[in-house]
T-cell receptor, first 115, second 113 residues
Framework: AQSVTQLGSHVSVSEGALVLLRCNYS??????LFWYVQYPNQGLQLLLK??????LVKGINGFEAEFKKSETSFHLTKPSAHMSDAAEYFC?????????????FGKGTLLTVNP | GAGVSQSPSNKVTEKGKDVELRCDPI?????LYWYRQSLGQGLEFLIY????????KSGLPSDRFSAERTGGSVSTLTIQRTQQEDSAVYLC???????????FGPGTRLTVL
């Protein structure tokens, strides 16, 4: 079975600073990896996904993530935080094969951006 | 176009009552998913529908939970004899096909008193 660990339930950065949200996964087969963002009282929105093509994945709103198989990581970064980035971020994994539609989510990281 | 919609947005019920939560997926999406988001457990997969295939119910936490999808479109999640631990946000998502991007609705916040 696959699992996801997000280090840090709450990350606080200053506006303009680097954003780094950490995600480590566990999977016995090649994974598909996703980052979702959730704004208050809204559903989840896909930021980016890795599906075994390029290891550096670029998403919306200036976010990107790098798949590192040796470290079983898929950390999310953005060079310069904006106030509008304040939200909760979820890393998720699914596996290739029969149940590849089933997403397993991390616990989430709440990002606060300070002026 | 319209996204995934869910109703009601909030539901408060008494312990022991039955509730029905509705999901309208994006038109043309063949796959539909239900997830539960709670403070203690995070986001959990509940059930998956794909076209006319038998649904994957492996995530339903107990036999008090059931779901159906009528005509390959609207889905209803039913919780019978609600318990306080059922309090959570229930999220619905749809995708064009299996393994395409899942688009999420805003959720139904269920509170069981």
């Amino acid at each position: 079975a696959q699992s996801v660990t997000q280090l840090g339930s709450h990350v606080s950065v200053s506006e303009g600073a680097l954003v780094l949200l950490r995600c480590n996964y566990s999977s016995s087969v090649p994974p598909y990896l996703f980052w979702y963002v959730q704004y208050p009282n809204q559903g989840l929105q896909l930021l980016l996904k890795y599906t075994s093509a390029a290891t550096l994945v670029k998403g919306i709103n200036g976010f990107e993530a790098e798949f590192k198989k040796s470290e079983t990581s898929f950390h999310l970064t953005k060079p310069s935080a904006h106030m509008s980035d304040a939200a909760e971020y979820f890393c998720a994994v699914s596996v290739s094969g029969g149940s590849n539609y089933k997403l397993t989510f991390g616990k989430g990281t709440l990002l606060t951006v300070n002026p | 176009g319209a996204g995934v919609s869910q109703s009601p947005s909030n539901k408060v019920t008494e312990k022991g009552k039955d509730v029905e939560l509705r999901c309208d997926p994006i038109s043309g999406h063949t796959a539909l998913y239900w997830y539960r988001q709670s403070l203690g457990q995070g986001l959990e997969f509940l059930i998956y529908f794909q076209g006319n295939s038998a649904p994957d119910k492996s995530g339903l936490p107990s036999d008090r939970f059931s779901a159906e999808r009528t005509g390959g479109s609207v889905s209803t999640l039913t919780i019978q004899r609600t318990q306080q631990e059922d309090s959570a946000v229930y999220l619905c998502a749809s995708s064009l096909m299996r393994m395409n991007e899942q688009f999420f609705g805003p959720g139904t916040r269920l509170t069981v008193l």
